[in-house]
């Protein structure tokens, strides 16, 4: 091909070595410019390279932050949450302080009202003290006055009562002998003389305290009423001084029966009674047989006690007397 045609305008001719030294300037150009490119190209996808770390380096960090700061965001709105429920209820605390107060408020001044109150009454109560001191001292001596009248009236009435029940059995056990039934059961170491029985008592005892002894054995202290039994007993007596029912304790010189029988029989030592020493009003019966008037709260070791024997009676009336007494055993 032509130089002419491939320039498209005129150019001197040129030598032939500077043909070939201007191609291989222009390789050596292009070379030189290729490395240039690959270069910046190498330097570009470093860059690119470097700048991706970073990034995703960046978007770690930042996911991390995210998810912390939702975690705190999280913390702090149930701290929150927390916060007002507590203030809520220190609010509902407060008034329920502020109604306690009222209401305390209140009773403290009814409480002081109160107070004045008791320490007005403790005053009238005071003043009142002496009064009412006096007072009780009389009502305690018109007690004492109505127990000693209450006990006599219920002495004098349980002794009408035992009277009236003595002499109902003693009706009672008649009408039975009179139709063949025998009355002349005893209780064991009881001995059996016509219609009563005798327990011959041992040891040393007050008349009061003999007497007691006989009702708690279902009997009570002797009473004589003949010869024959006045016999009876001394047979029986070992001709020890003995207690028996007889006494002038409520008025000095009439002598009644402890069973309210009267005295229709006696039996006295000459001389007797006499109330000597310091007052007799007990009867013993002494070892002779004979009767003696004698100090109450003296010690006597023999003691005599009766009751009514009980009769003997078919089924359904076995061994039942009016007074419902029944055959004893050991005494
Ligand atoms: C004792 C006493 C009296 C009794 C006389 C009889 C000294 O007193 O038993 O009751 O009357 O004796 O001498
Ligand atoms: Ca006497």
Redesign the pocket.
């Known amino acids: 091909m032509e130089e002419n045609e491939y320039s498209g305008y005129w150019e001197p001719p040129r030598k032939r070595c500077c043909c070939a030294r201007r191609g291989t300037q222009l390789v050596l150009v292009g070379l030189l410019s290729t490395a240039m490119w690959a270069g910046l190209l190498a330097l570009l996808l470093l860059w690119h390279w470097e700048t991706e770390k970073n990034l995703k380096q960046l978007g770690d960090s930042a996911i991390q932050n995210v998810s912390r700061v939702t975690k705190d965001l999280q913390n702090y709105q149930s701290n929150q949450l927390a916060q007002k429920s507590q203030a809520v209820r220190m609010s509902q605390n407060l008034q329920e302080l502020q109604a306690e107060q009222k209401q305390m408020k209140a009773q403290d001044s009814e409480l002081s009202q109160n107070l004045t109150e008791l320490q007005e009454d403790l005053i009238s109560v005071r003043s009142q003290n002496a009064e009412l001191s006096q007072n009780l001292n009389r009502l305690q001596e018109d007690l004492v006055n109505i127990k000693s009248l209450g006990l006599n009236e219920k002495r004098a009435a349980s002794d009408a009562l035992e009277k009236l029940q003595g002499e109902v059995t003693k009706l009672w056990i008649e009408i039975l002998m009179s139709k063949g039934t025998a009355c002349n059961v005893c209780p064991k170491d009881w001995l059996h003389f016509q219609q009563k029985c005798y327990y011959f008592g041992k040891g040393s005892k007050q008349w009061i305290q003999a007497r007691f002894t006989c009702s708690d054995l279902g009997g009570r202290l002797v009473s004589i009423h003949s010869q024959k039994e006045q016999d009876f007993l001394m047979q029986h007596s070992n001709k020890e001084d003995s207690w028996i029912g007889l006494q002038d304790l409520n008025m000095e010189g009439e002598f009644v029966w402890t069973d309210g029988s009267p005295l229709s029989y006696s039996n006295w030592n000459p ?2 009674p ?1 109330n ?2 310091q007052g ?1 009003d007990c009867v013993m019966m002494r070892g002779s047989g004979q009767w ?3 100090f109450c709260r003296s010690y006597l070791e023999a003691w005599v006690c009766e009751q009514l024997a009980t009769c003997e009676l078919s089924a359904p009336f076995a061994s039942v007397s009016p007074t419902g007494a029944t055959p004893r055993s050991e005494p």
């Open positions: 001389g007797e006499n000597g020493g007799e003696n008037d004698a």
